[in-house]
């Protein structure tokens, strides 16, 4: 049961998941996890990850899937990040995830964005790792305007970026500058 406790601990910030690595960390064998797993103490989701079978669903567990999937460091972003704030009606048919680091795999439903993430660039948020507001804002309009400056106009309506961030980070998101400068041109 010792072991149980130390997965739970584990698990709980992750909407109940974990991979075999984390339980190595503790010390719980493959083995255990196998016990564990037809006792119905765990839930094996696929290689390498489990669930507590009795954690409470939560929302955007498949994001938090994703992000076990590819390892730490890594966020939810992009449009999944406007999903995780709630600022778009973008509805993603993949889950889109930055990693700062080289990363070749592969998984249907997962698209893997490789690139620099400064520790002020990401934050927690209901539970799941994710790229802050502004860095968000500033990947979706890369790629698509229309989309980034509604997200915007829905973040700073509810607070979840202020105008007074963007004037401090106007150097480093000069794509969310231009999107404000036209927002308040209309």
Do not use: C, N
Not at 32 to 58: E, V
Request: net charge negative; hydrophobic share 40%.
């Amino acid at each position: 049961m010792v072991a149980l406790h130390r997965l739970y601990d584990i698990a709980e910030p992750q909407s109940g998941y974990f991979t075999t690595a984390q339980a190595d960390s503790v010390g719980v064998s493959r083995r255990l996890l196998t016990h564990y797993t037809k006792t119905g103490a765990l839930q094996r989701m696929r290689y390498g990850l489990y669930r507590i079978a009795r954690f409470p669903s939560m929302p955007h567990e498949d994001i938090q899937q994703a992000i076990l999937w590819v390892g730490e460091p890594a966020a939810a972003s992009h449009l999944t990040a406007l999903v995780v704030y709630g600022v778009s009606d973008a509805m993603p048919a993949r889950v889109h995830i930055t990693v700062d680091r080289p990363f070749t795999g592969s998984q249907h439903g997962v698209v893997v964005h490789t690139s620099s993430l400064r520790p002020d660039e990401t934050i927690r948020r209901e539970g799941i790792t994710v790229t802050s507001p502004l860095r968000t804002i500033a990947d979706v309009a890369a790629s698509d305007q229309q989309l980034a400056s509604q997200a915007l106009g829905e973040a700073l309506e509810r607070g979840i970026i202020r105008r007074s961030q963007i004037d401090l980070e106007a150097d480093r998101y000069p794509d969310v500058m231009r999107l404000v400068e036209s927002l308040e041109a209309t």
